[in-house]
């Protein structure tokens, strides 16, 4: 029977299994879908004869999941399933089997799907069952002691190790007495060919990982899991292991090398973990090979680093040798083989760490449970830890002591929080400095060098930036390329599409370290004039690419800023100034202007940077609608440019001083001081502050009706803009000008200059292409296509949204009339399901959909 309510509380759980049907439906699938109905068929009538409940959610594949409030009820409908299709009418040369597990517990119900070690003990033992048989573990097998269904008994079939479960289980067979089988020995875990040590906690996540590294073995028989101090490398090795134990006839035998400390102790260290003693008179790396030469086995070499040539050449000469033999070495860098299949640890999902931290944390302070309300909390306590499984464990044991809310605050100083790990482990492991720490002392003193002066970039760096600023009289640049390429190699840098990052955790002891040595001012201090060459390197027409490199860099030049606003204002001035453009265009306000407020309170006021830097503040007053602080900013920098005779500095403010009159509905100030602004850079001959004015201005008449005024102005300052090289910076003045045109008539020449606005404005990622996307929603509803107009609407208000933009009321009334009419052709609930598609669509999505619509001439939705 389907399920009705799943029932709750302490449930027998009954796992059944076809046996071969994967390669079944491999040779016949048309053939399988007929024996899969048949299954389904009897399945279901057997399990609601005999007051059972079918778990969808459980169902995976043939395997069907079915639970009972009574032992004696599960049991019996075992043998009746058993008797079912032993006695089925399949096809001609057919014969289908099925495989049943029975287990008794109480597991949690959440959303429809059981959860806990019930479940999971069931389909361990399910693994071990052959087809035809029926077994049960002791918990079940206890309840059906004294009320065993008819024609029925139980075959003790002795203790048995499951795999992944740290607690052997008494196995039972559930035999019919009509109809006795026997069976080969279940598949459990070889008792003896293995020296694996049962784990006492739960392995959390790494599915996906597992299933990789199961298909990775089969294709290379060198199988090196690499990664920073703490990732999780060998617990996943003894986990990927333990899953392969059938595998290897010989067994599977771990080989820990973390307490060997001498090279030419490293095939002792295997000898032993071989339990092989030494031939007198006969090198132990020969007796070695003699042992394994024909042998299936697997050996798990843990914690390579330290000897990673002595590990290298002992590896090779075993696989060079032992046709059968696979290794699984755990190491901090590769051991580089031919043949060697490299599998970088990732750090856990951050899912599968609040997992783990949930888990771990229950067993220090049972009770504990993630909750709606701290499941944030726990979220942002394992992303500071770079969702490390060693830090996330040193932090869950801390909650019996400490709040959560506490473990957060205290992170700041992690290395002193994140201690007293397991007093088995070796000592490196018990602190997350120990981890660190043993990985930085395998470094030569180049490397170390080089290691705690990257520690100062905060975010991704590119190998230029790194040769910019670590190398010195001392480093010479040429020489960074290897030393960075060497700490990749030995997981101390992530690597991605050439930027580099350390994560937080190691960054955190390099900084340490760059402190001890007295570096960290100089550093930081170099990394800054880095960034402000870079900031002031902009070419015409290459804006784009401009962009993008200082996005990448990002959070450095926020970091450097935030140090120099104690420690050299002067520096930080001049790297926000160069940032100015930057900010404005890729919409960082929030953070960029309490950076500047903090240069202004600590900075030289007689620097000539001072008025700038006003200027900037107000800029972003104005950028988050505070006016009067706006105001206030640019009032005193328009004070401090003419009373230093700064006239580029007098033609900004009174540009942005235009803008915010505008915004203050404030028109005649607008106009007079925008045309202020034009005469002055006219004046200077500043071509590029002129295009400025006209854009300013142009918008400005555009709203008072004076389209041709308009148009003229937008024009001109495009044409300024392609003769100085900067048509990439063309895109709003593009955008304003197509919608004049819109109004006069001019539909083909407004879709011209709308498509190449949002051309530009993709390759510049600039979100003010919400402006293009109003204006072409427009021009959609007047071309006839009602529901694309709205869903570009939508995508545009979206936009606009994101950047904390408000398109004024004006705006609003001109572009209304248009839109209305589209929602009137469409109605009500169809238009309201198009502008919510459209509020849905991301950046590019919203790029793609406005590109193929302008693209088609006339749009088709």
């Known amino acids: 029977m389907v399920a009705r309510g799943l029932p709750e509380g302490t449930l027998t759980f009954l796992l059944t299994d076809m046996v071969g049907s994967t390669k079944a439906w491999e040779s016949d699938p048309n053939l399988m879908r007929d024996v899969m109905s048949e299954h389904d068929r009897i399945v279901s009538e057997i399990v609601g004869r005999h007051d059972g409940v079918l778990v969808e959610s459980g169902r995976e594949g043939d395997s069907v999941l079915a639970v009972f409030r009574r032992a004696a009820d599960a049991a019996t409908c075992a043998l009746a399933l058993e008797r079912a299709f032993a006695t089925g009418a399949w096809p001609p040369g057919e014969q289908v089997q099925i495989r049943i597990a029975l287990h008794t517990g109480e597991a949690e119900l959440r959303e429809g799907h059981y959860h806990g070690p019930p479940l999971n003990r069931c389909a361990r033992l399910l693994a071990t069952c052959h087809g035809g048989q029926v077994l049960t573990t002791q918990a079940t097998q206890q309840l059906l002691v004294d009320q065993l269904p008819a024609q029925a008994t139980l075959w003790d079939l002795g203790n048995h190790r499951l795999k992944d479960l740290l607690r052997s289980e008494h196995v039972f067979q559930l035999v019919d007495v009509e109809r006795p089988a026997e069976f080969p020995r279940i598949r459990s875990l070889p008792s003896e060919l293995t020296n694996l040590p049962v784990q006492l906690t739960e392995f959390v996540g790494r599915e996906e990982a597992l299933r990789s590294l199961n298909e990775l073995r089969r294709q290379a028989r060198l199988l090196t899991l690499i990664g920073p101090g703490g990732v999780g490398k060998t617990r996943l090795a003894l986990q990927l292991a333990a899953e392969l134990t059938g595998d290897y006839r010989d067994g599977v035998w771990l080989v820990e090398l973390g307490p060997v400390s001498d090279p030419g102790l490293v095939p002792q260290g295997v000898a032993h973990g071989l339990d092989l003693e030494e031939q007198a008179g006969r090198p132990l790396l020969d007796t070695l090979v003699e042992r394994c030469r024909e042998r299936r086995l697997l050996l798990v070499l843990d914690n390579c680093e330290h000897l990673v040539e002595a590990s290298a050449e002992l590896v090779e000469r075993l696989l060079t040798n032992c046709r059968e033999v696979s290794i699984v070495a755990t190491s901090r860098e590769p051991l580089k083989l031919s043949g060697e299949q490299v599998w970088p640890v990732p750090a856990l999902t951050r899912a599968e760490a609040v997992r783990l931290f949930a888990e771990r944390a229950a067993r220090h302070a049972p009770g504990f449970r993630v909750s709606v309300g701290s499941s944030l909390l726990v979220a942002e306590i394992c992303e500071r830890l770079d969702d490390l499984p060693l830090a996330i464990e040193l932090a869950a044991a801390r909650l019996p002591l400490l709040p959560l809310e506490e473990i957060a605050k205290r992170l700041e100083s992690r290395f002193a929080l994140l201690t007293g790990g397991s007093r088995t482990a070796s000592a490196r492991q018990r602190t997350l400095q120990g981890v660190v720490e043993w990985s930085h002392e395998l470094l030569t003193e180049d490397e170390k060098l080089v290691f705690r002066r990257l520690a100062v970039f905060a975010g991704r760096f590119a190998l230029a930036d790194s040769e910019a600023v670590c190398a010195d009289e001392t480093l010479p640049a040429g020489a960074v390329l290897e030393l960075v390429s060497r700490l990749s190699d030995k997981s101390l840098l992530m690597t991605t599409d050439g930027q580099c990052r350390m994560l937080v955790t190691i960054r955190e002891y390099g900084l340490q370290r760059l402190g001890e040595a007295g570096e960290a001012d ?18 015409a027409g290459e804006l784009a690419s401009w962009l993008d490199r200082l996005e990448s860099l990002h959070e450095d030049v926020q970091a450097v800023i935030r140090w120099s606003v104690d420690n050299d204002p002067e520096l930080g001035m001049r790297l926000a100034d160069a940032m100015s453009t930057f900010w404005q265009l890729r919409r960082h306000t929030a953070e960029p202007r309490q950076l500047v407020e903090a240069l202004l309170e600590n900075g030289d006021v007689d620097s000539p940077l001072w008025p700038r830097l006003e200027e900037l503040a107000g800029a972003f007053a104005y950028l988050q609608g505070d006016f009067d602080a706006a105001r206030d900013r640019l009032e005193a920098a328009l004070r401090a440019g003419r009373a230093r005779a700064d006239a580029a500095l007098v033609v900004r403010v009174l540009n942005r001083t235009g803008l915010l009159a505008v915004a203050r509905g404030d028109r005649g100030a607008a106009r007079a001081t925008l045309e202020e602004a034009l005469a002055l850079a006219r004046e200077l001959g500043d071509q590029q502050e002129e295009a400025n004015s006209l854009h300013q201005l142009g918008l400005l008449v555009g709203t008072r009706g004076d389209l041709a005024s308009a148009a003229s102005m937008l024009e001109q300052s495009i044409d300024l803009r392609i003769k100085l090289g900067r048509r990439d910076e063309t895109s709003v003045s593009l955008t304003f000008l197509a919608f004049n045109l819109l109004h006069s008539g001019e539909r083909e020449r407004a879709r011209e200059y709308i498509k190449e606005s949002l051309e530009i404005g993709r390759a510049l990622n600039d979100r003010r292409t919400a402006w293009s996307l109003d204006v072409l929603a427009c021009l959609s509803a007047l071309d006839g296509q009602p529901e694309q107009a709205l869903r570009l609407a939508g995508a545009g208000a979206a936009m606009h949204d994101s950047i904390g ?52 001439g006339t749009p088709s939705g």
Not at 818 to 844: C, H, I, P, T, V
């Open 805 to 856: 933009n408000r398109p004024s009321a004006n705006w609003q009334a001109l572009t209304a009339p248009m839109l209305d009419s589209a929602r009137a052709a469409l109605g009500q609930e169809a238009a309201d399901a198009a502008w919510r598609a459209g509020r849905a669509l991301n950046f590019d999505e919203a790029m793609t959909l406005a590109l193929a619509a302008v693209g088609a």
């Open 522 to 539: 100089a550093l930081r201090r170099r990394l800054g004039f880095h960034l402000l060459g870079l900031a002031q390197a902009r070419q």
